[in-house]
C-alpha cells in the first residue's frame, strides 16, 4: 500500500471524469491527523464565529483551535482580537465560556490584562528580569470577512482573498445578517468527512427526506464556483416553492430560489439562503472526533421569530441527520476494506474534488 500522501497525490492527479474517493485510512489514521495538524490545519484560515457574538466592548467567548486555546474579544476601540488564552506568567488559562469583561484576571496569582492584551498589573513582580511591556498575551493573526471571524495560527500567514467566491456572494449583502442562534456539539467523525459530506448535494434526497428533499432534492444540485482554497455549489429550490424570506433587495430570482454552499477550506462550512446563512466552524480534535460550533443568522426583519425557531429546529435535526451518518462512517472507515471509490459527476460531488485538490496541493508546500 502506498503511503497517503502519494495516494491523495495520485487521486487528485486523476482526469476530471474519473475521480475517486480517499481511502479510509486517510480519515482514521492517528498519523494522517498528526500530519495534518502540522501543516494544512496548522497553516489555514479558520473560521471562529460571527462578529455579532461579541457586539459591545469586553464581549468575548473562548474556543480550542488545535493546541491553541482562543480568546475572540471585542475591544474598547470597537476593533475584534483574538488573543492566546495562556497566561504570559505560567501558563493558566485566563477566560472560560463566553461573557463581559472589563479585563482579563488570572485565576491563578491574578495578572490582569486588558482587552486588547496587554499586562496591565502584576502584583508583587519585583524582579529586575520582569517587564510588563514584554508580557502582553499574543495577538493572533485574524481576518473578518463577510461578518465571519477567522484566525490563523501562522502569525505570517498572508489574509485570504477569494474574489470568484465574493463575487458568488455578493447580492446577498452576508454581512448584514444578523446571528440568532449559535451552538456547539462533539461529533464522532473526522473533519474532513463533515467537508465533504456538507459540500456535496448527492446525499440531501437519501439522508434529508423529510427535511430538505422538498427544498433543495438531490437532482436539482448543481456545481458551481471554486478557486485556491474554497469550493461551492447551488442546492435549487423547485420552481412552485413558496418564497422563505426576500433577503437583500439586489438577488436575482435564481439566487433566492437556491441555497448557495460554500466551504472555506479546510474547516468552515456554510450555506447562503436569501434571509439564512448557516455555517459551521469544524475544530477537529482527533482523528475520529471534531467540535463543531454552528451559527444560525437571519436577514433583516424577513423572518419572525417562530419562523427562526423554526428554521433551528429544521437546522438541528439536518445536523443530527448527517451527525448518524457521519458517526457510523467513522467506524467503518477503519476497515482494510474502505477503498478508494468512485465519486460521482461534477454536480454532485465535484466539490470533494475540489477539496481533494486543494488538500493535495497543500501537502506538496
Ligand atoms: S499563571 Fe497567570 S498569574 Fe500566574
Ligand atoms: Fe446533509
Known amino acids: 500500500m502506498q503511503p497517503l ?10 482526469p476530471p471524469d474519473r475521480p475517486m474517493s480517499m481511502p479510509g485510512a486517510f480519515y482514521t489514521s492517528p498519523e494522517q491527523f498528526a500530519r495534518e495538524a502540522a501543516t494544512v490545519l496548522r497553516r489555514g484560515w479558520h473560521c471562529l464565529g460571527r462578529t455579532d457574538e461579541v457586539p459591545e466592548a469586553g464581549d468575548f467567548f473562548t474556543v480550542q483551535l488545535l493546541n491553541e486555546p482562543l480568546i475572540v474579544v471585542r475591544q474598547a476601540d470597537g476593533a475584534i482580537a483574538v488573543l492566546a488564552n495562556v497566561c504570559r506568567h505560567r501558563g493558566m488559562p485566563l477566560a472560560e ?33 520582569f517587564d510588563a511591556k514584554n508580557c502582553g498575551l499574543h495577538r493572533h493573526n485574524m481576518q473578518l470577512w463577510n461578518g465571519f471571524i477567522y484566525v490563523n495560527l501562522d502569525a505570517n500567514a498572508a489574509p485570504f482573498d477569494h ?12 454581512a448584514a445578517f444578523k446571528v440568532a442562534h449559535v451552538a456547539e456539539e462533539v461529533w464522532n467523525t473526522n473533519w ?8 456535496e448535494g448527492y446525499h440531501l434526497s437519501v439522508v434529508h427526506p423529510e427535511t430538505l428533499h422538498g427544498y433543495t432534492p438531490t437532482g436539482l444540485a448543481r456545481k458551481l464556483a471554486s478557486g485556491d482554497g474554497f469550493t461551492s455549489y447551488a442546492a435549487n429550490y423547485p420552481k412552485d416553492i413558496p418564497s422563505r ?10 439566487e433566492r430560489l437556491r441555497s448557495t454552499l460554500f466551504s472555506i477550506f ?36 424577513d423572518l419572525d421569530a417562530e419562523t427562526i425557531a423554526a428554521r433551528v429546529a429544521l437546522w438541528e435535526e439536518v445536523n443530527h441527520e448527517d451527525r448518524e451518518k457521519l458517526e457510523r462512517m467513522q467506524i467503518a472507515l477503519s476497515s482494510d476494506h474502505a477503498l ?14 475540489d477539496f481533494q485538490l486543494w488538500l493535495a496541493a497543500q501537502d506538496r508546500i
Request: hydrophobic content about 40%; overall charge negative; some cysteine.
Open 192 to 199: 474532513k468527512c463533515l467537508v465533504e459530506n456538507f459540500m
Open 266 to 301: 479546510p474547516t468552515q462550512v456554510a450555506s447562503q439562503a436569501a434571509s439564512l446563512l448557516v455555517s459551521l466552524s469544524i475544530f477537529p480534535l482527533n482523528a475520529g472526533q471534531i467540535r463543531v460550533k454552528w451559527t444560525l443568522s437571519t436577514y433583516g426583519d
Open 5 to 14: 500522501s502519494v495516494q491523495l497525490q495520485e487521486i487528485a492527479a486523476l
Open 245 to 254: 424570506g426576500l433577503g437583500a433587495p439586489d438577488l436575482t430570482e435564481d
Open 163 to 174: 474574489p470568484k467566491l465574493d463575487a458568488l456572494l455578493s447580492n446577498y449583502d452576508s
Open 340 to 353: 478508494s471509490g468512485p465519486l460521482a459527476e461534477d454536480d454532485y460531488e465535484g466539490t470533494i474534488r
Open 97 to 129: 465560556g463566553c461573557g463581559n469583561t472589563k479585563r482579563f484576571v488570572c485565576s491563578y496569582h491574578a495578572w490582569a490584562y486588558d482587552l486588547d492584551g496587554g499586562l496591565m498589573r502584576a502584583a508583587r513582580m519585583k524582579n529586575a528580569g
